[in-house]
């Protein structure tokens, strides 16, 4: 079993910044695996936001936060990062990690592919 525990979230200013971590646990995790961070507001779909593959790192972003945020990992490749820069009122949801346990060609950016998930961490940003 593999576990996600993601931390780091809270209320910001617009215009502000936010570093979320995830770090993840468990017998049967690998670096290989690919990690993503996905996001939910009230009301709306769980949506894709940033994907890093296994060691060695590729990345992926959707184009609302292209420029804005960073996804990353550190070198023993259980702990993923997602810096948040130039936060918008409608960036406020809670966010997700996620690991996919499949080794692919391309990162993927739907949520179906990913195996096991956080439990969330809520990021607020006031106007």
């Known amino acids: 079993q593999v576990h996600l525990v993601e931390s780091g979230g809270g209320l910001v200013q617009a215009g502000g910044s936010v570093r979320l971590s995830c770090v993840a646990s468990?017998?049967?995790?690998?670096?290989?695996?690919?990690m993503g961070w996905f996001r939910q507001a009230p009301g709306k779909e769980r949506e894709f936001v940033a994907a890093?593959?296994?060691?060695?790192?590729?990345?992926t972003y959707a184009d609302s936060v292209k420029g804005r945020f960073t996804i990353s990992r550190d070198n023993a490749g259980d702990t993923v990062y997602l810096q948040m820069n130039s936060l918008k009122p409608e960036d406020t949801a809670v966010y997700y990690c996620?690991?996919?346990?499949?080794?692919?060609?391309?990162?993927?950016?739907?949520?179906?592919?990913?195996?096991?998930w956080g439990q969330g961490t809520q990021v607020t940003v006031s106007s």
């Open positions: 890093i593959s296994g060691i060695p790192a590729s990345r």
């Open positions: 468990g017998r049967t995790f690998s670096r290989y695996y690919a």
């Open positions: 996620a690991a996919d346990r499949t080794q692919r060609l391309i990162i993927p950016t739907s949520r179906v592919a990913y195996d096991y």
